[in-house]
């Protein structure tokens, strides 16, 4: 509860989407380096094909992630692929990581960060 200007307290609840959740964690995942992209084979190609028709934006929010909030408490899934040359365990454990800092910092309690790797770019 929170108190309002008047010494009163205010009564409500808060929620947060899955689409927020997945947003936030496709930007984490993105700024990790060794992450190529982000989704499985079938969601790169849908959205080469968005890309051709100039829908470049459409679908990129969160596409690789999918996410399970319960209250406050969530669980996210991320598929990515790899760049080349890189440590698999050292970048998912990155990705781990910065995925929950990310979400811990807009109040949320991160139960579990499931990352697959579903490729490596240019192999």
């Keep these: 509860m929170s108190e309002a200007t008047d010494g009163t307290t205010q009564a409500g ?3 947060v989407s899955s689409e927020v959740v997945e947003k936030i964690t496709v930007a984490a995942a993105k700024a990790v380096p060794g992450v190529a992209e982000l989704g499985g084979d079938v969601a790169r190609f849908f959205n080469s094909v968005l890309d051709k028709v100039g ?3 459409v679908g990129d929010g969160s596409r690789g992630v999918t996410a399970k909030v319960t209250g406050s408490d969530v669980t996210v899934n991320v598929v990515l692929v790899l760049e080349a040359g890189r440590v698999v365990a050292e970048v998912t454990a990155a990705v781990q990581q910065a995925v929950t800092t ?15 790797v579903d490729d490596i770019a240019g192999v």
């Design 55 to 57: 829908l470049d934006q």
């Design 13 to 15: 609840t808060t929620t």
């Design 102 to 116: 990310a979400l811990q910092g807009y109040g949320l309690n991160v139960l579990a960060v499931n990352v697959n």
